[in-house]
Every structure is written in structure tokens, then in C-alpha cells.
């Protein structure tokens, strides 16, 4: 069966983007995007790959060679994904070299940068920066799970920045991407053929029942289980070296690579498609409690597994979710009192930064706000933020703090952003409450804080909603 193509992705100079044309264009839109001009000074462009274009595997095999990977075998499916071996990089290079015609190995998901984090490979083009899930995750674990020894996996809990390496043939089957964020890959070397279906056409590529998608687009699919694939219409894309695609929230693709392909890829969320997240985590959470909704009577904390399971498999559960909107929340709040600011004046004689922030909280509150809409069930569950204790003595929280300012200052060009959150401590953050145990007092704590930005919080909320 055959794919309808209905157009292309749109091309544009990165050079000639500012952050805020970026957002408004592409982030705000939901809209995919390939960018070029933006990997020029890389160091992955110059060691990764040989002066004829090509993957430099031997560099690989001898500076990272010992590396423990996860390599996808492209042409043996296990549930819904590729099946996966873990093997070093030396190992997986070996097999590539020899070109086994058994098994066509991808592999996927390297956290390298966390585990080499002072080979700077390439430095996160500005457009992307505004990244909570990765800012977060250099600071806290979006996850602990009491039952197991998270300690030992440091570097496979630790980001969403991975490498990828495959040789020609070499593809990810049909998929939206984790936590629906946003994901960006940008091509060291190699060529790479997308198909993308924008959200209003996903339930297109899904079964009768809402609970499985099309395996590989180009296979032979079901009508009768697919009854409506045929009726999709596909954006395609061809991503050549030294260009960056951006991947919107919930597009769903398909990715084949046409050449040996080395990319890096990077998932993040910010304001912009927070709400992606949440909606997902609700989606997943109501599927999960209806697949043991037959043991409720039977179980002593019904939804304490519940709430396991979804962290078991989406990642994160309400009460993490919960735990980092309040810490970048208040995050966001330490750096806002950094900057000048007049409880009167309008939100057009805001600098860049305090307007970003505003934007933030604006976003932030929302996404609580559709939370407590389900406060019945989504409940405490173990939730517990100790405001004192995480303003004076959580040297993590504050690594969050200097963070961010110095990402929205960059982002937002302006260079005296305070570079010491400490400093900027105001005692009445304390003065309303000095923790946080569930999500009324998440709410309760948002509309203390914003309540004092007076018109200016008013005419961002405005903007959000309009």
C-alpha cells in the first residue's frame, strides 16, 4: 500500500532566526521546520566524520570504544519498537565494518554527553535552549523509584541528549516522541528521509480500538485492522549533513537513513507545549488504571500501582510531574525578583527576560490549574516541597536558578542577568508558606506570587489565552 505525500517541510538560514521568530513561527504553530546554518563550528563535524563525508568510525571505535550502548536490530520487531542489544561502541563498529547481511544495527539513544562530558562535541544552537526537561534533569531525577538502586544507572536516567549512528538502510519505525515533546536532530554526516502526519491525522495510523499504530508505514498495512492509514496524508523531508530538523509535539514519523548517518538528537519541553505533557501523562494514566482496573478490590494502594506504572512507562508519574512544575516554578519566580521590575508598568516596558518569565508562570499556572480539574484522583500521593529548605540549603536548586538566567539571558540577549540567585533571595517567597504538600497548595502558591506582578501578569495571561 502506498503513502499519499501532501508537501514538504519548510527550509530556512538558523543564521537569520532570532529566538522569538523561532518561537512565534514554529514552537507557538506546532510546526516542523529543517534549519541550516547552525553546526558550522561543531566539533563533531570536524572528528566524527572523514574528509570525505563520511562516518569516522575508527575515531569512534578508539576514543569512545568502551562505551556500553543500546543498538536497535532493524529487522526484528518486539512490541511496538526495534529489538535491543546492549554492546560496546567498539563491538557495534566491528559489526557495521563488516557489514553483516544477518542483522542491520542502529544504534540509538547515547547519552554522550553525559558520559563525556569534556569532549564538547557541539554546543545547543540557541533556538533550542529553552529546555526545561534537560536544565531539570542536569539538576534532579525527574524519577526515584524506592524499590530500585537508581544510583548505579546514573547515565541512562540522566537526559535527553543522545547520538545516533547508523549505517544506510538503518530506520525507526512510525512513533511520536517521549513525553510528546519537542525534538530536535541535527545530520553530522549522512542523509536521512522523514515522513511526518501532523496531529489533527494521528488517530488516522491507529487500530480500531485507539491502542496500537502502524508498525512501518511502507509495510503492507491491515485495512482491516488500520481501517483509516489509507486516508493520511504524509509530509516528507529529506535532511542532509549539517542540517537541523525540529520535531513538533505530537507529529508523529518515521525516519530511514538513506546514507551511514551520525546525528544528535536532543528532546525537550518548555511553555510552549507543557501542556502535550500533561495531557499524555493523564492519557497514559487513565489506560494504565483501566488495565488492572480488575485488581482494585483485591489491592491495598490501587493507586499507588497506578501511579508505578505510569512512571514505569511514560517515565514520570503525577508526583514527579507535580515536583518539577514547582521547582522550575520557583526557579522561574528567584530569577524574576533578579530582574528590574515595576508592579504597574505594562508588560511592553518589561525587559525580554521578565517578559519570558511571566510567560513561564502563565504557563505553568495553567497546566496546575487542568491538574487540580482532577484533583480527586490525581490526589497527593507522597508530594512534599520544602520551600525553606530548598531556598536556603538545596545547592542543586540553585545550580536550577543560575541556569536559567543564564539561558533566558542569552536567549533573550541580555547580558546582566544575576549571576548569583543567593543574592537575589527575597524573604517574602517564605512569608506565605514555607511548603508545598499538595496540589491546592501548588495553586494557592502560583496565585500568591503572581498576584503581586499586578497589570503585567493580567496582559501576559491575555496573551497566553488569546
Not at 413 to 440: G, T
Amino acid at each position: 500500500m502506498g503513502i499519499e505525500i501532501g508537501g514538504q517541510i519548510e527550509k530556512v538560514n538558523g543564521k537569520e532566526l532570532c529566538y522569538n521568530e523561532f518561537a512565534e513561527r514554529y514552537l507557538a504553530k506546532n510546526q516542523p521546520v529543517v534549519l541550516t546554518g547552525l553546526m558550522d563550528d561543531w566539533r563533531a563535524c570536524r572528528d566524527w566524520k572523514t574528509d570525505n563525508g563520511y562516518p569516522n568510525l575508527q575515531f569512534f571505535s578508539t576514543h569512545f570504544g568502551k562505551s556500553k550502548v543500546q543498538v536497535a536490530d532493524c529487522g526484528t520487531r518486539e512490541f511496538t519498537d526495534q529489538k535491543r542489544v546492549e554492546m560496546t561502541v567498539s563491538e557495534f563498529i566491528e559489526h557495521w565494518v563488516e557489514g553483516s547481511s544477518n542483522s542491520l544495527l542502529y544504534l540509538k539513544d547515547w547519552h554522550f554527553v553525559k558520559e563525556y562530558p569534556e569532549y564538547v562535541a557541539y554546543r545547543t544552537p540557541l533556538l533550542f535552549c529553552d529546555d526545561w526537561l534537560n536544565l531539570y534533569l542536569d539538576h534532579y531525577r525527574m524519577h526515584k523509584d524506592p524499590d530500585t538502586n537508581q544510583e548505579n544507572d546514573d547515565i541512562t536516567c540522566s537526559d535527553y541528549r543522545f547520538v545516533y549512528m547508523g549505517a544506510k538502510g538503518s530506520w525507526t519505525p512510525l512513533h511520536a516522541d517521549v513525553f510528546r515533546s519537542y525534538s530536535w536532530s541535527a545530520n553530522v554526516c549522512g542523509k536521512k528521509k522523514w515522513l511526518f502526519l501532523s496531529p489533527s491525522q494521528c488517530h488516522l495510523v491507529f487500530d480500531r480500538n485507539l491502542k496500537s499504530t502502524v508498525y512501518n508505514i511502507f509495510d503492507d498495512v491491515s485495512e482491516t485492522k488500520f481501517p483509516d492509514f489509507k486516508k493520511a496524508v504524509w509530509l516528507e523531508c529529506i535532511q542532509d549533513k549539517n542540517e537541523i530538523i525540529f520535531v513538533p509535539s505530537g507529529w508523529y514519523h518515521q525516519v530511514h537513513n538513506l546514507e551511514d548517518t551520525i546525528s544528535i538528537n536532543h528532546n525537550w519541553f518548555n511553555a510552549h507545549n507543557l501542556s502535550w505533557v500533561w495531557d499524555l501523562l493523564w492519557r497514559d494514566y487513565t489506560e494504565a488504571k483501566e488495565y488492572i482496573e480488575d485488581i482494585r478490590d483485591i489491592c491495598d494502594d490501587f493507586e499507588g500501582v497506578c501511579q508505578r506504572n505510569l512512571a514505569a512507562n511514560t517515565g514520570m508519574n503525577f508526583v514527579d510531574f507535580l515536583i518539577f512544575l514547582a521547582r522550575f516554578f520557583l526557579a522561574n519566580m528567584v530569577q524574576l525578583y533578579c530582574q528590574p521590575r515595576d508592579n504597574e508598568i505594562s508588560l511592553s516596558g518589561c525587559s525580554k527576560v521578565t517578559r519570558h518569565l511571566i510567560f513561564n508562570f502563565a504557563s505553568i499556572q495553567k497546566i496546575a490549574l487542568k491538574m487540580k480539574s482532577n484533583e480527586g484522583v490525581i490526589g497527593n500521593h507522597g508530594f512534599f516541597l520544602d520551600l525553606k529548605d530548598t531556598l536556603e540549603g538545596d545547592l542543586e536548586f540553585f545550580k536550577l536558578c543560575n541556569d536559567v538566567g543564564r539561558i533566558y539571558g542569552m536567549i533573550n540577549e541580555q547580558q546582566n542577568w544575576n549571576r548569583d540567585p543567593k543574592k537575589a533571595f527575597v524573604v517574602d517567597i517564605l512569608e506565605y508558606s514555607s511548603s508545598i504538600c499538595n496540589l491546592e497548595d501548588f495553586v494557592k502558591f502560583i496565585d500568591n506570587a503572581v498576584a503581586k506582578l499586578g497589570n503585567v501578569w493580567f496582559e501576559e495571561k491575555k496573551l497566553l489565552s488569546a
